[in-house]
Antibody, heavy 122, light 108 residues
Framework: EVQLVESGGSLVQPGGSLRLSCAAS????????MNWVRQAPGKGLEWVSY????????YYADSVKGRFTISRDNAKNSLYLQMNSLRAEDTAVYFC???????????????WGQGTLVTVSS | EIVLTQSPGTLSLSLGERATLSCRAS???????LAWYQQKPGQAPRLLIY???SRATGIPDRFSGSGSGTDFTLTISRLEPEDSAVYFC?????????FGPGTKVDIK
């Protein structure tokens, strides 16, 4: 059974840092691209970042570029999101999602974690 | 950046009725890269349709997708109570991989 479990969300002050983790199981993690998607309270979905199965290429939303860093450890079946210089507008539930793109089929997430809440507030 | 616009914002229909949801892109997208997701309150999104028209694993056949270029449609042929949710389209072809704002489907 595919499982994605996010952790690391918490209350942090503006300007602070946080590292989110996503533990993957039930599939060959090293074969799949991964995405972070966030959802502010009562709002829609916002794609945040992408990392390929090998770790390159990497893409970011303009809203987080230069502040967030996505990474993965295929030996540990884990995905990470290092978030620096946090702002109030980064407050959201952060989901990790297992992506796929091959043979004419492409999507950001056929499996998603339950999400972890990041609150940026003083 | 490709902007996705979804309409209507809210759709209020009765059980058994047909729901037609629209997703319009600001520039042409290959069908390969257009997906639809369903999200219920407090839950993670669920992949419904990928490649504009292919149903994901386990998705009932009352859900169908169509379209090409800049205009895509998600159709729910006969609404069931469990279809009450917000539906998002997303393009996964050009970074940033944008989502539409969503269409909320209410079952009367």
């Amino acid at each position: 059974e595919v499982q994605l479990v996010e952790s690391g969300g918490s209350l942090v002050q503006p300007g602070g840092s946080l590292r989110l983790s996503c533990a993957a199981s039930g599939f060959t993690f090293s074969n799949y691209e991964m995405n972070w998607v966030r959802q502010a309270p009562g709002k829609g979905l916002e794609w945040v970042s992408y990392i390929s199965s090998s770790g390159s290429p990497i893409y970011y939303a303009d809203s987080v570029k230069g502040r967030f860093t996505i990474s993965r450890d295929n030996a540990k079946n884990s995905l990470y999101l290092q978030m620096n210089s946090l702002r109030a507008e980064d407050t959201a539930v952060y989901f990790c999602a297992k992506g796929y793109c091959s043979g004419g089929s492409c999507y950001a997430g056929d499996y998603w974690g339950q999400g972890t809440l990041v609150t940026v507030s003083s | 950046e490709i902007v996705l616009t979804q309409s209507p914002g809210t759709l209020s229909l009765s059980l058994g009725e047909r729901a037609t949801l629209s997703c319009r892109a600001s520039q042409s997208i290959s069908s390969t890269y257009l997906a639809w997701y369903q999200q219920k309150p407090g839950q993670a999104p669920r992949l419904l349709i990928y490649g504009a028209s292919s149903r994901a694993t386990g998705i009932p056949d009352r859900f169908s997708g169509s379209g090409s270029g800049t205009d895509f449609t998600l159709t729910i042929s006969r609404l069931e109570p469990e279809d009450s949710a917000v539906y998002f389209c997303q393009q996964y072809g050009n970074s940033p991989f944008t989502f539409g704002p969503g269409t909320k489907v209410d079952i009367k």
